[in-house]
């Protein structure tokens, strides 16, 4: 039996759980091999962005052709996602501005990292989420599993934000019914650390 067999016979709240696990522990390997210099970040990136497509693509998540619409309301949506904590808290720049060099190198693997997340945390994990539990524990969930795994490389300090930040792109997701406005959203917050 393939993976995309088996994973087809799992309930969702099943394969919300294979998911999740396989999140938590691709997060934890980023985070052991990311070491100290640009070349061993951009690889263990790379490696957590492949390890997140091939666990959404074995739960059984595909992609669809993005709509013009969902690229717009995810600009803007990136705009207000970067906009608003700073007009809240401008001492939020603070915990922004990497400077990681090459540039056009974390261009890329920044935007291979950030289409895995979405695809696995806006694509397939909500939609195992919801389908086994509704919205509002998919969107919690979600949300939370998209903080959780960003404390193994940014500490117990990015919560919060990231949480809110998750809440924000499933909502994205929801609106639009795909995950490019999310991953839009989510790529210009990222590109938005290189400057703030």
Known sequence: MTALAASRSWSAGQRAVVLGVGLGAAALARAALNGSGATSAYLAGTGFGAALLCLAFAAGWRPVRPRLASVGVGILGGLILVGLP????????????????????WLVVTALVVA????????????ALDE????MVAVLTSSAAFALMHVPLYGWGVVPIDLAAGV???GLRYLTG??????VAHYLADLATWWL
């Open 116 to 127: 895995a997340e979405e695809v696995l945390l806006r694509g397939a994990l909500l939609s």
């Open 178 to 183: 795909g995950v490019a406005a999310p991953a």
């Open 168 to 170: 924000w792109l499933a």
């Open 86 to 105: 700073l007009l809240a808290s401008p001492s939020t720049r603070a915990v922004t501005g990497m400077r990681p060099e090459p540039f056009l190198a």
């Open 132 to 135: 086994a539990a509704g919205p």
